[in-house]
């Protein structure tokens, strides 16, 4: 059984910083790209960014661009954000995916995402 289970999250001042984790199983994860994917509160999905199987490779939205990091351990079969200089925009439910495929190609589309974990919450706010 396919597992995404998020981690990390909480509330945090403006300016502050935050490890996402997403801990996988059940299926070989050093095989597919993975997006972290959020949904702020009476708003629609915004993909965050993503990186290919291999981790040699990433992607981000122009919101986060030089504050996040996406990486991956495939030995631990862990994926990580790190949200730095966070903003009060920054709030909202951060859930990971895994993509069918094993490199992101330059879009994001959802239905290329088969599973998801379950979320954490990230709250920015003095």
């Known amino acids: 059984e396919v597992q995404l289970v998020e981690s990390g999250g909480g509330l945090v001042q403006p300016g502050g910083s935050l490890r996402l984790s997403c801990a996988a199983s059940?299926?070989?994860?050093?095989?597919?790209?993975m997006s972290w994917v959020r949904q702020a509160p009476g708003k629609g999905l915004e993909w965050v960014s993503a990186?290919?199987?291999?981790?040699?490779?990433?992607y981000y939205a122009d919101s986060v661009k030089g504050r996040f990091t996406i990486s991956r351990d495939n030995a631990k079969n862990t994926l990580y954000l790190q949200l730095n200089s966070l903003k009060t925009g920054d709030t909202a439910m951060y859930y990971c995916?895994?993509?069918?495929?094993?490199?992101?190609?330059?879009?994001?589309?959802?239905?290329?995402?088969?599973?998801w974990g379950q979320g954490t919450q990230v709250t920015v706010s003095s």
């Open positions: 995916a895994k993509s069918i495929f094993d490199v992101y190609g330059g879009n994001w589309y959802q239905y290329e995402y088969n599973y």
């Open positions: 059940g299926f070989t994860f050093s095989s597919y790209a």
């Open positions: 990186i290919n199987s291999g981790g040699g490779s990433t």
